[in-house]
């Protein structure tokens, strides 16, 4: 079954089984025209369209996904069912929700054994203790592995790798700073070469409080 490509009526239609034609005549080209589909390094299939000689790279799951399933509740993301990503067939396709799609991403196939894995079990176990640890912010250790911040997120509250546990139990920050305690930060900070970090360690605070208010962007008036 083909329907018109969202976007592209009457000059690109998708199939119900992830092909995309082109009905429409142009230039190097012609109508029936089956499009070669680039496998990103990602594992995702894509389709270069044109209209009026622009081009744009489309995925091509979400074309399949847009022309044959309602999305009722507005969901961004397409799911994989079988975690296959180059079979676009529609049964293996839904929209998912942002949270759905983390989570949709970890079932079944755990950590190392799934093969677009950038992790493996020893490296989720430290970022888990060094969420534990408070040190960092999810984007700091984000970075340190080469991962994006929901990963890591994921990894905090349980919902990815979660075979190595549920949600971290970080050591709670409950201390709040005082004028006395910004002004000999500043001091340690700008006197004696201490780093945010272990003056963050110090007074029992994040990273990111201490370094705000050595800036002057909190506690400005002192």
Known sequence: MWRDVVGYKGIYQVSDDGQVKRIARGQGTYPGLVLKKNRRPNGYDSVELWDNSVNSRRSVHRLVAQAFIPNLENKPHVHHKNRV????????????????????????????????????????????????????????????????????????????????????????????????????????YYEKDYTQAHLAKMAGVHPNTISQAIRGETWAWL
């Open 85 to 188: 990503r180059h079979d676009n067939c529609v049964d293996n396709l839904e929209w998912v929700s942002y949270s759905e799609h983390l989570v949709a991403d970890d079932r079944e196939m755990h950590g190392e054994s799934n093969g677009m894995s950038k992790l493996i079990e020893e490296e989720v176990l430290e970022i888990r203790d060094l969420i534990a640890a408070c040190d960092l912010t999810l984007s700091e250790i984000a970075d340190k592995y080469c991962v994006r911040k929901p990963t890591v997120a994921g990894i905090a509250n349980g919902s990815l790798w979660s075979h190595l546990g549920g949600p971290v139990e970080g050591r709670r920050r409950t201390k709040k700073l005082s004028a006395e305690v910004v002004e000999f930060c500043r001091y340690l």
